[in-house]
Nanobody, 124 residues
Framework: QLQASGGGSVQPGDSLRLSCVAS????????TGWFRQAPGKEREFVASIGWNDAATNYADSVKGRFTISRDHTKNTAYLHMNSLKPEDSALYYC???????????????????WGQGTQVTVSS
């Protein structure tokens, strides 16, 4: 089971770090992805990291501002978000790939085991 946390209400330009803990499981040999969904919009890809942490993938809208990482000793994945914009406001979900040895995929169909989401609101 995945549990995301770290969301909050911040101002434009602020930073947040989201965490995703894999309780009762592990991220080892699986890819991890972060997705987000704003009200009235479909869930969209944000970032992913491949099974061996060798590769990452980012949506164009967050590239250069967000960084995905993992700490396997803590079974935790992170999404470091800098220079936040109002359009980053959404419910953020973490997920683990369906298959082992998955690359840093962008498609939601490559991921399962969705967490419950953590809300990020960026406004002045």
């Amino acid at each position: 089971q995945l549990q995301a946390s770290g969301g909050g209400s911040v101002q434009p330009g602020d930073s947040l770090r989201l965490s995703c803990v894999a309780s009762g499981g592990t991220f080892s040999t699986y890819a991890t992805g972060w997705f987000r969904q704003a009200p009235g919009k479909e869930r969209e890809f944000v970032a992913s990291i491949g099974w061996n942490d060798a590769a990452t993938n980012y949506a164009d809208s967050v590239k250069g501002r967000f960084t995905i990482s993992r700490d396997h000793t803590k079974n935790t994945a992170y999404l470091h978000m800098n220079s936040l914009k109002p359009e980053d406001s959404a419910l953020y979900y973490c997920s683990r790939s369906v298959n082992r040895f998955e690359r840093a995929a962008r498609s939601a169909s490559s991921f399962g085991s969705w967490g419950q989401g953590t809300q990020v609101t960026v406004s002045s």
